[in-house]
């Protein structure tokens, strides 16, 4: 079984920073990728960055520039995902979830983590 435990959100003036914590326990055997994505109030779930077990990286147009994605893989059971957001802006106000994407042949399964509130003060 998965677990995934975030941490590090909270309430920052607009230009601010916060960086998010997530971490991952348990097997990462077919572990294909670890993300982070928001959820506005009255908005859709959107994928904020990802992170492959190779290193590479992904970001939302929005994002780019302002946030980093890292992880620190160091123990083989757990796996530790960091999000430095940068000059923060009031529309990056959201609940950021953390994601762990499993994946084999055809077959896949997502675990998330229960939310961080995010809120960006201006």
């Known amino acids: 079984q998965v677990q995934l435990v975030e941490s590090g959100g909270g309430l920052v003036q607009v230009g601010g920073s916060l960086t998010l914590s997530c971490a991952a326990s348990?097997?990462?055997?077919?572990?294909?990728?670890m993300g982070w994505y928001r959820q506005a109030p009255g908005k859709q779930r959107e994928l904020v960055a990802t992170?492959?077990?190779?290193?590479?990286?992904?970001?939302?147009d929005s994002v780019k520039g302002r946030f980093t994605i890292s992880r620190d893989n160091a123990k083989n059971t757990v796996w530790t995902v960091y999000l430095q957001m940068n000059s923060l802006k009031p529309e990056d106000t959201a609940v950021y979830y953390c994601?762990?994407?499993?994946?084999?042949?055809?077959?896949?399964?997502?675990?998330w983590g229960q939310g961080t509130q995010v809120t960006v003060s201006s």
């Open positions: 992170i492959t077990s190779g290193g590479s990286t992904n970001y939302a």
């Open positions: 348990g097997s990462m055997f077919n572990l294909n990728h």
């Open positions: 994601n762990a994407h499993y994946s084999i042949g055809v077959l896949s399964r997502d675990y």
